[in-house]
């Protein structure tokens, strides 16, 4: 099966792709900068061909998709995070979308996947100390939640009038040593003792969903190879965890690892949504993550191994 990832050379992309190739899939991975994706993907040879294109330019996306004729597309072409200029960040994150969209319409893409995010529901707190599943009402109201709700109705839309298969995941707080964008206070309070640097944040109870990126690549992975998955949205789900409690597991691989919060409390309430039903994507693509302590002491390890230090 043909398959065209935007997007392709990014966090989640570079990841996923291998995955695909082991399933004996060809893929495309279009970027507009490979220089991180590049020693993973150019050992795969043959199997998948990388090829430059700005999401945000319609004729570049359409030339893309009428020339690799993909049986599926997958967009992670975003950016992740609520700082962005209002024009650049509707021209990538709004317009980059649609164009995929579009381009799969015109060129007869039997199944489209995008990447939502758990930002669309909001703060945790409007739905109290509950499971918040994919039909509950969304909340969110920063750049990239609004950006990424519009996502999801211009989804719906294009499913209503043109019957057009397009499967929308929403990834939870996706954590790895080389996360840089987005929500990375859960990514430093493992990297940062990791290399024996101290850090510090606001709220030990502040609440986090983070999931490692491996896994989420593997729940992309899953969808885009189902022709026609039972659900238009799945949550991914993650591990729910305060900052406090991660720290704590961080501590026990490095004892000497140097946490600090200016606040035991005050964060929880603030928190975006941390509670969140999978049940959908576990039940259907049969997905188990490892344990989140596992997660840890990888991700621990990996930046231990760059800096030449012992592992733990």
Same mark, same amino acid.
């Given at each position: 099966?043909?398959?065209?990832?935007?997007?392709?050379?990014?966090?989640?992309?570079?990841?996923?792709?291998?995955?695909?190739?082991?399933?004996?899939?060809?893929?495309?991975? /279009?970027?507009?900068?490979?220089?991180?994706?590049?020693?993973?993907?150019? @050992?795969?040879?043959?199997?998948? *061909?990388?090829?430059?294109?700005?999401?945000?330019?319609?004729?570049?996306?359409? *030339?893309? =998709?009428?020339?690799?004729?993909?049986?599926?597309?997958?967009?992670?072409?975003?950016?992740?995070? &609520?700082?962005?200029?209002?024009?650049?960040?509707?021209?990538?994150? =709004?317009?980059?979308?649609?164009?995929?969209?579009?381009?799969?319409?015109?060129?007869? =893409?039997?199944?489209?996947?995008? /990447?939502?995010?758990?930002?669309?529901?909001?703060?945790?707190?409007?739905?109290?100390?509950?499971?918040?599943?994919? #039909?509950?009402?969304?909340?969110?109201?920063?750049?990239?939640?609004?950006?990424?709700?519009?996502?999801?109705?211009?989804?719906?839309?294009?499913?209503?009038?043109?019957?057009?298969?397009?499967?929308?995941?929403?990834?939870?707080?996706?954590?790895?040593?080389?996360?840089?964008?987005?929500?990375?206070?859960? =990514?430093?309070?493992?990297?940062?003792?990791?290399?024996?640097?101290?850090? &510090?944040?606001?709220? /030990?109870?502040?609440?986090?969903? @983070?999931?490692?990126?491996?896994?989420?690549?593997?729940?992309?992975?899953?969808?885009?190879?189902?022709?026609?998955?039972?659900?238009?949205?799945?949550?991914?789900?993650?591990?729910?965890? &305060?900052?406090?409690?991660?720290?704590?597991?961080? *501590?026990?691989?490095?004892? #000497?690892?140097?946490?600090?919060?200016?606040?035991?409390?005050?964060?929880?309430?603030?928190?975006?949504?941390?509670?969140?039903?999978?049940? *959908?994507?576990?039940?259907?693509?049969?997905?188990?993550?490892?344990?989140?302590?596992?997660?840890?002491?990888?991700?621990?390890?990996?930046?231990?191994? #760059?800096?030449?230090?012992? #592992?733990?």
């Amino acid at each position: 099966m043909s398959i065209l990832v935007i997007g392709g050379a990014g966090f989640i992309g570079r990841r996923m792709i291998p995955m695909l190739v082991n399933q004996g899939h060809q893929v495309v991975c /279009a970027d507009i900068n490979f220089s991180l994706a590049a020693p993973i993907l150019e @050992p795969l040879g043959d199997k998948v *061909r990388m090829v430059r294109c700005d999401v945000t330019q319609f004729d570049d996306v359409t *030339r893309l =998709v009428a020339d690799v004729r993909p049986k599926t597309l997958i967009n992670l072409s975003y950016f992740i995070g &609520s700082d962005m200029p209002p024009h650049l960040a509707t021209k990538l994150n =709004v317009v980059g979308m649609d164009n995929c969209f579009e381009a799969a319409r015109l060129f007869g =893409v039997q199944h489209t996947v995008f /990447a939502s995010s758990l930002a669309v529901s909001g703060q945790q707190r409007h739905f109290g100390d509950r499971l918040v599943n994919e #039909e509950d009402p969304k909340h969110g109201t920063l750049q990239y939640a609004v950006n990424k709700i519009f996502n999801e109705f211009q989804a719906q839309d294009y499913r209503e009038k043109y019957g057009m298969t397009i499967t929308c995941v929403r990834p939870a707080n996706v954590t790895g040593p080389d996360k840089v964008d987005g929500s990375i206070d859960h =990514v430093q309070c493992m990297v940062m003792p990791a290399r024996g640097l101290p850090v &510090s944040f606001p709220y /030990a109870d502040a609440m986090r969903c @983070p999931i490692h990126v491996d896994d989420i690549a593997e729940v992309f992975a899953r969808v885009a190879m189902k022709d026609k998955p039972k659900h238009t949205t799945y949550n991914s789900g993650g591990h729910c965890i &305060s900052m406090g409690a991660l720290a704590d597991i961080v *501590r026990g691989y490095l004892p #000497e690892a140097q946490i600090t919060f200016e606040n035991e409390t005050g964060g929880k309430d603030a928190s975006g949504n941390y509670l969140i039903d999978n049940s *959908r994507a576990v039940e259907e693509f049969s997905l188990q993550y490892p344990p989140f302590e596992q997660r840890v002491r990888q991700i621990i390890n990996t930046v231990r191994r #760059e800096e030449g230090l012992p #592992e733990v």
